[in-house]
């Protein structure tokens, strides 16, 4: 397939380039990027007219595609709320090109076989692909180690316990140790069980878990950050110069425990905080304390979020939304530049996983997707390719339209 996609806003991180100009791929392949007034890199091709398609982006953005370090497509399990396909339909519809699946399904993906059915599934999705987080402890009990090396070499990208913590620190440090020698990054969910969400509880295992990065040398990511606690500890830790990074979530950032109402759609562990912890996660982003923008996409079916709220699910659907909320959210309003806001949704999250950043450069890979930023729209169900709808952004008015490759036929 061969098009140029011209006029657009290209912004690629890697590069610090920020300019209106001309994306020109065939085969998959960038072949050519040209800034208004002069080529960037590559040449432009001499092609037939009628021999490639014309894609005019004006007013809208060229960036690359979307990392989610943080989702959880049920599979396999529980596929009523979603499988490999539907999840990878919904990143499409979100922007997102890559994904990190966590292992909390049933089975839990704790052995080589968990992982090589996943990646065996992912084989059918074309336009996203699929990285596997594994578990840390066998059926994620908490007592003994999984076989970290196996696992690895069935291409694991992290190990993580997600949806609980390790809670004895001398496993949470063997654990740090095998993934270290493995050379793969520790993905924390920070809370102590005794404490259960209070906010505390994530500052107590963000505070043991730096100490135990600090004494490993492990490289260790913190999931779902949500107090101005954690963010505080991370902040201190940086500055030491610890090989830590941490994530946040749109809910988090864009909403405060005002907004839950008792509504199983608004419940998520860790919970809606303060404000003046969306504050915090603000000046985190802001400053760099916080590395990451991710979904933390858990889908669960309308029976198990329309019931009574102490008995709901935990979690909320995100690829759909996260762009449009977090330019919307963050942009908008002055908190990050569109690149730094690109730079924690594709650049931060390929090096946190040991892989080539995209660029919009000549010989990449056309991992690129086209937003419409200057379109308002309401956040609908209509418009969601998962098979569960339990967002707490519905009808909520954004901005950042993402347009996956596969789709851009609906801007001509």
């Not at 970290?148 to 070499?153: C, F, V, Y």
């Not at 500052?203 to 963010?231: E, M, N, P, Q, W």
């Amino acid at each position: 397939m061969r098009f140029c996609v011209k006029n657009g806003r290209i912004i690629d991180p890697v590069n610090s380039f920020d300019q209106v100009g001309t994306v020109w791929v065939d085969g998959g392949m960038i072949v050519c990027a040209q800034a208004k007034n002069r080529i960037i890199s590559g040449s432009v091709p001499t092609w037939e007219p009628g021999s490639f398609q014309e894609i005019n982006a004006s007013g809208k953005w060229i960036v690359p595609g979307l990392i989610d370090l943080h989702v959880h497509f049920r599979d396999p399990g529980f596929e009523y709320k979603e499988d490999i396909l539907s999840g990878s339909l919904a990143a499409k519809t979100g922007g997102f090109t890559k994904v990190c699946c966590m292992p909390n399904t049933d089975p839990v993906v704790d052995n080589a076989d968990a992982v090589n059915y996943i990646h065996d599934k992912a084989k059918s999705v074309t336009g996203v692909e699929i990285f596997v987080v594994g578990a840390v402890t066998k059926k994620q009990a908490g007592k003994v180690l999984a076989n970290l090396e196996e696992m690895a070499k069935a291409g694991i990208c992290a190990i993580s316990e997600d949806g609980k913590t390790v809670m004895n620190a001398a496993l949470m440090r063997d654990a740090m140790m095998e993934a270290k020698k493995l050379g793969l990054p520790y993905f924390s969910h920070a809370e102590d069980e005794n404490l259960g969400s209070l906010a505390v509880s994530e500052d107590l295992i963000v505070a043991r878990d730096i100490l135990l990065a600090k004494d490993t040398g492990c490289g260790l990511h913190f999931c779902h950050i949500s107090t101005s606690g954690a963010v505080d500890l991370i902040r201190k830790a940086k500055a030491e110069g610890l090989n830590i990074t941490a994530e946040v979530a749109p809910h988090h950032f864009a909403l405060d425990e005002s907004s839950v109402k008792r509504d199983g759609n608004n419940k998520m562990n860790p919970p809606l905080r303060t404000r003046q912890d969306v504050q915090a996660l603000k000046d985190g982003l802001a400053d760099g304390s916080i590395d990451v923008i991710a979904t933390d996409h858990a889908p669960h079916a309308v029976s198990e979020k329309e019931i009574d709220f102490e008995k709901a699910q935990n979690g909320v659907i995100g690829l759909e939304t996260a762009f449009a909320v977090s330019y919307t959210e963050l942009v908008k309003t002055g908190i990050l530049t569109p690149s730094q806001l690109i730079e924690k949704m594709s650049t931060k999250p390929a090096e946190i996983l040991g892989i080539t950043p995209t660029t919009i450069t000549a010989g990449s890979p056309a991992d690129i997707i086209i937003i419409d930023v200057e379109s308002e729209y309401k956040i609908s169900t209509a418009d969601f390719s998962s098979k569960s709808s339990n967002s707490p952004f519905i009808g909520k008015n954004v901005f950042g339209k993402p347009y996956h490759i596969e789709n851009w036929r609906y801007l001509l």
